[in-house]
């Protein structure tokens, strides 16, 4: 089961899926508001489950244990589910995931700081205006320029779903866990990082590492924040070769 991230649908996984559809059944779902779904409607407290119940019912339709994958934010909401219902799982990869208290609880305080002023300052842009605030977020993660070399039609895409964007990121501030909750998970996880990644996307990865007992690290050459669509092939080729090691 393959879980997008934000700015993204289940498309984004279209590279990928074609690579693994003859060895394994693919499930790639639209979260809550992309692709053909329906928006959530905004409630206080804003809480990760809104995804974590999506991505459930899913795993709940499957009818067996799966193969848990995520990107970005997808990776977030993937590794929610995991710790919530890790019966459901037999394996969890996680593409740059972006849990953010990950960095709290590995001592990463700095980075934490530097996100949350980056996505203080993309709020107020958008909240002033600007339809493209988005940029904030995709030049922080893919680096600087990446926005602007999208085609227009990802950036009109990237504006239409911005208020999703914050919420989701609402979701990231407000999800806690424990180190003791991260080493009691025995789920056997992939953690995979583009080496042109954003440094704060090195700290997530490396913090989950540290954090997971039964982790693996991964690093893609060459790749940035958006390895799915640029190197799907060596995510791919990750991914069976992590699922096909467990069988």
């Not at 208290?101 to 700081?113: C, E, N, Q, R, S």
């Amino acid at each position: 089961m393959l879980v997008h991230g934000s700015f993204a649908n289940a498309n984004s996984w279209r590279q990928i899926s074609d690579l693994m559809s003859d060895r394994f059944r693919i499930l790639a779902p639209d979260l809550a508001g992309y692709g053909g779904t329906s928006a959530p409607k905004p409630v206080e407290p804003i809480r990760v489950d809104r995804h974590v119940e999506v991505v459930d019912a899913i795993m709940d339709y499957a009818g067996e244990p799966i193969h848990l994958v995520g990107h970005s934010a997808g990776g977030a909401f993937a590794l929610a589910t995991a710790l919530r219902h890790s019966s459901k799982i037999f394996s969890l990869t996680l593409v740059e995931p972006l849990p953010m208290h990950v960095l709290k609880l590995t001592g990463k305080d700095a980075t934490y700081d530097a996100v949350r002023d980056m996505y203080d300052a993309y709020v107020a842009d958008f909240e002033g205006g600007n339809q493209y605030a988005a940029k904030h977020v995709i030049d922080f993660w893919g680096g600087k320029g990446s926005f602007d070399s999208f085609p227009d039609k990802f950036k009109e895409f990237a504006a239409e779903t911005t208020p999703l964007n914050i919420m989701d990121w609402q979701t990231y501030w407000g999800d806690e866990q424990t180190a003791e909750a991260y080493r009691a998970f025995k789920v056997p996880t992939l953690v995979i990082k583009g080496e042109l990644g954003a440094p704060a996307a090195g700290d997530h990865c490396s913090g989950l590492y540290e954090l997971l007992i039964n982790s693996e690290y991964r690093e893609i050459p060459g790749a940035s924040h958006f390895a799915v669509a640029t190197h799907a092939k060596q995510v791919a080729d990750l991914i069976a070769e992590h699922v096909s090691g467990l069988r």
